[in-house]
């Protein structure tokens, strides 16, 4: 069955460290795959997406990468802050899936100052 | 700023209560979704359209149906709610596009039924 697995543990970091979250997906062939982050209480917002054909997307702190031979996304955040606490979710669209995009459980994050 | 807008916060419904959760947004977008956010289980995509009047089953769409009359406004009914539906439900919308556009959310409605 297809499956996309983030960490369910959350991510402890001291501030100003790296933070790297893993998305790993089984029996999927994805065109692209987008990162969210969600706030307690809020809904999801867009981060970043990277296509099948992208190694790597960068945007200021944040870095992507996606290696469809691992089936395997990292998520970075470089000098970490404690404004980057939240849950941070991974989600990804099937080449014959067109908008219906299908997200991981999440990981959540906590900087600590 | 772009928006996405669902009617209610939080929502405490009695069992076998018919619910209408209604979404609006204001991108003149041509997709929008209903998923449900559970603990542990990620979200989970119920229903979407991608036209008025057209929807398409998403991976659990039992004991929900969906209505989309206009454009801008997409509702989700639970013709009888029950204890199990009890969740974060999240309407969400992108334009049509190449299929990779990214989602915009509303901030959520928490439904208990009770």
């Known amino acids: 069955s297809q499956k996309i697995e983030q960490n369910s543990e959350a991510l402890n970091i001291q501030e100003g460290k790296t933070a790297t979250l893993t998305c790993n997906y089984t029996n999927y062939s994805p065109a692209y795959l987008q990162w969210y982050r969600q706030d307690p209480g809020r809904g999801p917002v867009f981060l970043l997406l990277i296509r099948e054909n992208e190694k790597e997307k960068r945007k200021e702190r944040l870095k992507v990468t996606f290696d469809t031979t691992l089936k395997q996304s990292l998520f970075h955040i470089t000098a970490s802050q404690p404004a980057d606490s939240a849950t941070y979710l991974c989600a990804l669209a099937p080449n014959n899936a067109g908008n219906m995009l299908t997200f991981g459980g999440g990981t959540r994050l906590m900087v600590k100052p | 700023d772009v928006k996405v807008t669902q009617s209610s916060r939080y929502l405490v419904k009695r069992t076998g209560e018919k619910v209408f959760l209604e979404c609006v947004q204001d991108?003149?977008?041509?997709?929008m979704f209903w998923y449900r956010q559970d603990p542990g289980l990620g979200l989970r995509l119920i229903y979407f359209s991608y036209d008025v009047k057209m929807k398409e089953k998403g991976d659990i769409p039992e004991g929900y149906s969906v209505s989309r009359e206009k454009k801008e406004r997409f509702s989700l009914i639970l013709e009888s709610a029950s204890t199990n539906q009890t969740s974060m439900y999240l309407c969400?919308?992108?334009?049509?596009?190449?299929?990779?556009?990214?989602?915009?959310f509303g901030s959520g409605t928490q439904l208990s039924v009770l």
């Open positions: 969400a919308s992108n334009s049509g596009g190449t299929g990779s556009e990214k989602l915009f």
């Open positions: 991108m003149d977008h041509e997709n």
